[in-house]
DNA sequence: TCCACTTTGGCAACAGTGTTGCCTAAGTGC
DNA sequence: GCACTTAGGCAACACTGTTGCCAAAGTGGA
């Protein structure tokens, strides 16, 4: 059942040109309940009292009764004790139930894959990983992610997922889950991955079984930008670094992942920092990505790590990000010399302003795949 | 009379951490009249009939017959004839009153106030141009800018004004309407402009009236985003370059401003395009700023737009942006070499996919500032 | 021990949203 | 002249958050 002018994960038929959808009665309970349901998530298992979710969404106590008993009784919500009295009656705790539903997030990366499950508070309760061969074409890899999720799902079914996220490397479309040309692999091109994994993950199980039930919704996305979304339901406008085979980089504004209009957002490692500078694999002159790997292709690291400080704090700079999450293999080489380089650089640029934070990426890009998954349950599109 | 949960333009003081707020009634009506007002506003003249509204909206006919209903009521919205028939009742077609309210925009530039009085359609019924000493400090300039309103205002006076924008060069808190270290003017730090300019707008006339009646909404906000909102209210991700005594950008993602936690986005003459290049006055080495304004110093300006272009290619990348609108008095200068050069520059990055669009700015920073005043009313932030 | 006070949070009635079912108006095309 | 199509309003409806009121469950002073 469709609700009119209600956005479902699924709804990807809407192009960004067109305004953003009317909203009705049930638009507005999905809202106020994401919004309630994020509040619980981020204050963890402690729990919060109505009145503190009545303070933060605006809405009246009476509105969260209604809100919470709702989601109590759909069982996204227990109790947590209650809490200190300040004069009067203690407020009764609620928090989320995490064991309420779970998430699988899959990171199809070129030579391996790994996959976790998480629970609605993004606690990994499981996890896989297997060799994958990225050039063995897109039926393989949609099977072998298919595997891993069914696999992974647990006594339930893959059927009973809250969602899954699958993120892989190079250009796709995140709206419509069709790849792009990804480097050394012209085969993918075209091709509509999300659907091949959404196909198997149905109930029938096998593909092509029309009108079966329907599966778990599948999200696509760039390994970037899961990278960036592992960082947690944190609101902050932040980026993500990716230093591995090349340099990618994943947007966070305010919370929300930025991919562009086509997608294309985060196009990090191909900015010139050198005008006229040696020549990069992608054409042009004086890459970021062609200066960084060259200083770790000759063991100088320090200048890698300043290279990717001085494209950082252009980044930084344009978006006003307020903090920099360092990762993929070259970091995991050397993160204090990477941390310490790029926290350098950024320090020189901000003018006695406050610095942005600089850390290595706490969770992988797998942890991230199913906070993308996660994600619209808590309100947020991404 | 505040409804609780609902956004108003004076809201500030939600900082960016919080949550969004939970919706009620008022928060739901106001998103689709502010909806269905903006798709009229884009239809322009030629109206839209009450089933082109719904089928843009997904909002059923008759939700949209209420809406619009409830807009003509309050004179926002008129007749606009009937549409021709295709094969039943002809749709009576229905545009935006654009007489109904007026904005006014100011740029209070470094040596200049011009200002521009628009209607609800954005088109410039009056402007106004006079000198203006930005050195003079922030009680003239405050001055300058009243006066500017109150002249261009219009037989209904300041306070019938649907709203106004006020850009002005320099960090600023949009959020709060605070003033930041504008370079050469220390005296500006610190200062609440656009709280100074509203007191000014009050039906008593004088500061400090205390209760007196309310003024129109006051926005306050970077000339650089002032300028990207002078593209009009289209919806797509584009980036404003100003070339004049610096370089700066503004941004625009999904057809909304964007800011930064800490009003500091746009920050683009200072990126490096050449690592440990000539020294730039900020400090720093290499910049864009330093390099294109040394270019254009020499009168080398294909070099300059060539830069420019270099720096414009990286931010595009990064934001995935569609768009990229040139402006700033060096611009003017040569509009066909900085649109070439740029044009260029883009051209090589693009990979063979597409390339943004390039063109000179087609309205100034005043009328851009007039338009951040009228956007609350078609339900964006900016 | 009692009692005033504070705070939590549910019940019931309410105002107001978009939706549904049904109707009339006003065209087209055979 | 008539069947058909499309636009758009009226009335009843389901469901939202809000308001007014009250009971429950604590604190703290007399």
């Known amino acids: ?45 402690a729990g919060l009292g109505r009145a503190d979710l009545a303070a933060r969404t605006g809405l009246t106590p009476q509105a969260v009764s209604k ?21 009067g009656k203690p407020r009764t705790l609620l928090r989320l139930a995490a064991d309420a539903r779970h998430a699988v997030g899959v ?18 309760v499981d996890r896989l990983r297997t060799p994958l061969d990225f050039a063995a074409g897109p039926d393989a890899v949609a099977a072998a992610v298919a595997r891993a999720v069914h696999r992974l799902a647990g006594p339930a079914g893959a059927q009973a997922l809250a969602g899954v996220g699958v993120a892989a490397p ?31 993950l149905r109930p029938g199980d096998g593909v092509g079984d029309g009108n079966g039930g329907s599966g778990p919704p599948v999200v696509l996305d760039k390994d970037t930008n899961a990278g960036a979304a592992a960082s947690g339901p944190d609101s902050g406008t932040s980026l993500y670094l990716h230093v591995g085979t090349g340099l990618g980089a994943g947007i966070r504004l305010g919370g929300e992942v930025h991919r562009g209009p086509r997608s294309a957002a985060g196009e990090f490692g191909h900015q010139v920092l050198l005008l006229d500078g040696p020549p990069c694999r992608c ?71 406050p610095t942005p934070g600089v ?20 309100g947020r599109k991404a």
Chains 1, 2 share one sequence.
Not at 32 to 42: E, S
């Open 359 to 378: 850390a290595t990426a706490r969770a992988g890009v797998a942890e991230g795949a199913a906070e993308l998954a996660l994600a619209p349950l808590f």
């Open 67 to 87: 809100i919470t008993a709702r989601l109590r009784a759909e069982g996204f919500v227990a109790d947590a004790g209650r809490g200190a009295s300040t004069g």
């Open 170 to 200: 190079g250009p796709l479309d995140w709206r419509t889950g069709v790849m792009g040309r990804v480097t050394g692999h012209p085969q993918w091109e075209g091709h509509p991955l999300r659907q091949a994994v959404a196909d198997r």
């Open 107 to 124: 990171h199809a990366d070129r030579d391996e894959l790994r996959a976790v499950r998480v629970d609605l508070a993004g606690t990994v």
């Open 283 to 353: 054409g042009g002159r004086g890459c970021a990505e062609v200066l960084c790997l060259a200083a770790v292709a000759r063991g100088d690291l320090p200048e890698a790590a300043r290279i990717l400080g001085e494209g950082a704090a252009n980044a930084v700079a344009l978006l006003d990000a307020d903090r920099v999450w360092l990762g993929g293999r070259v970091v995991q080489q050397a993160p204090e010399v990477f941390t310490a380089g790029v926290r350098r650089a950024l320090k020189a640029r901000a003018f006695g302003g």
């Open 1 to 45: 059942m469709v609700e009119r002018g209600s956005v479902t994960p699924d709804d990807t038929s809407r192009s960004s040109r067109d305004p953003l959808p009317g909203a009705n009665l049930g638009a507005l309970r999905g809202h106020n309940d994401a919004l309630v349901l994020g509040l619980l998530r981020a204050a963890g298992p």
